[in-house]
């Protein structure tokens, strides 16, 4: 396992740990894609792919956890101005009726 981690890293120019990480989820992909045989035989190749492929899937769950959260921030942010926003028309507008009569 080592020697791929060393050639992903040598031919990307990415850290071992972002290669291991990389390795995991093609792991995962192929655990997912071939048959249960022939995956069994691949990730038994590649020594340590299991707990490899099982941190990146927590790491990916962390990042997409993290980008809703964000999302919904950014979502609250945008209904607040828009509540500011129609506060201040609807005062306007009442203003300028009010001159008007």
């Not at 190749?45 to 809703?68: F, P, R, Y």
């Amino acid at each position: 396992m080592e020697e791929l981690i060393a050639q992903v890293t040598e031919k990307t120019g990415v850290t071992a740990e972002k290669a291991k990480e990389m390795l995991g989820i093609t792991a995962e992909w192929m655990k997912a894609k071939l048959p249960a045989d022939l995956a069994g035989q691949v990730t038994s190749a590649i020594s340590g792919a299991g707990s490899i492929a099982t941190s990146a899937a927590g790491k990916a769950t962390e990042v997409a956890g993290a980008a809703v959260g964000t999302a919904s921030g950014v979502a609250y942010g945008a209904t607040e101005k828009a509540g500011e926003l129609w506060t201040k028309t609807k005062d306007t507008v009442a203003g300028s009726a009010s001159k008007d009569e």
